[in-house]
């Protein structure tokens, strides 16, 4: 099994970056797919991004493509989300989530390993 800790959330203006980390225990890092969710308050826990092991395929969901991006360092057992561009409702709690897959999903039930997730708070 892989644990995931989250970091690198915040608070910042509208318009503004933030990156996020998620660092991954074990040598077998490299064997999962990884995920970004977040979950705002009110709100079902959505997909945001997600990558392959290899990182040679990525995918996003539409109310962020071309805003944030996804990245892994499997050297270092992290997984990151440069978040540009922020909008006030992307504000949420995001997740780090693994999934045992070759290929990235962006189906939340196909993730059976997660993180305690990190506060991102854009004001407008």
């Known amino acids: 099994q892989v644990q995931l800790v989250e970091s690198g959330g915040g608070l910042v203006q509208a318009g503004g970056s933030l990156r996020l980390s998620c660092a991954a225990s074990g040598r077998t890092f490299s064997y999962y797919a990884m995920g970004w969710f977040r979950q705002a308050p009110g709100k079902e826990r959505e997909f945001v991004a997600a990558?392959?092991?290899?990182?040679?395929?990525?995918g996003y969901a539409d109310s962020v493509k071309g805003r944030f991006t996804i990245s892994r360092d499997n050297a270092k057992n992290t997984v990151y989300l440069q978040m540009n561009m922020l909008k006030p409702e992307d504000t949420a709690v995001y997740y780090c989530?693994?999934?045992?897959?070759?290929?990235?999903?962006?189906?939340?039930?196909?993730?059976?390993?997660w993180g305690q997730g990190t506060q991102v708070t854009v004001s407008s």
């Open positions: 990558i392959g092991r290899s990182g040679g395929n990525t």
């Open positions: 989530a693994g999934r045992a897959g070759n290929y990235y999903s962006t189906v939340i039930n196909e993730y059976n390993y």
